[in-house]
């Protein structure tokens, strides 16, 4: 399990490869692609960035078997160090930054795209908040930037529901740059990255300076809400319910508290 990274030719490219846990991420594996999307950002070198996972993946969110033993305080410290700083360090890359989702992309995993500029998905992407199912709300600043690419009433239905959301759905609702097949998603995110590389790279990070700051309030102002009330959730009893109905694959019976 581990986070690649590699430059050639003025583009940095970030891969995670874990498919025995189809790209989930734990603590330890978190805190590491933090580390190299800000190495990635102070490179000088380094003109564009490809966040991507192996082949038929690319990450099915937070590893759910690293929660336990936590207290409130330890919940909240982890998420600054890990996911809030991942999609913070993405967002401000004064770089452009492309998403080649190639498989699934689930909770974390569909922030991570969202924080990218550009995302291109293959025909077998797909994309979900699934939170609710195990009594938890969205993290990782998935809920901000949702809402501003598709507006509140959509964003409700995908966050309480849960539900997936394909390739096509996903450019209808401008949540994807582009559909490319499969077998295509290398070479043509390759050329992406090589178009962008080839730009005016601070004319590119101001846009983003601008375009970011026209949102309110800011993400760095949610990640304090979410830092607040997201911890709190994993310590509830339909947190523990939904939790043990996921790992016994059985629907959860949820008590509201």
Known sequence: MTIRYGVKAGVARLQIDRPERRNALDAAM?????????RAAADPEVRAVVLAGVPGHFCSGADLG???????????????????KIIDGLTRMEKPVIASVDGPAVGLGWALALACDHVVVST????????AKVGLVPDCGAAHMLVRNIGMLRA?????????????EALAMGLATEIVDEDKVESHVEAVAQRFAAGPTFAYGMSKHMLHQALSPSLGDFFDIEALVAPQMRFTEDYREGT??????????????
């Open 30 to 38: 978190r805190v590491e692609l933090a580390d190299q999307v800000e």
């Open 66 to 84: 690293q929660f336990a033993g936590e207290t409130l305080a330890s919940s909240r410290l982890r998420m600054r160090r890990g996911g809030l």
């Open 124 to 131: 077998r992407a797909r994309f979900a908040l699934t939170y």
């Open 156 to 168: 409700k239905e995908l966050i309480f529901s849960g539900r997936f959301v394909d390739a096509s």
């Open 244 to 257: 043990t109905a996921f790992r016994e694959k059985r629907p959860p019976n949820f008590k509201g508290n």
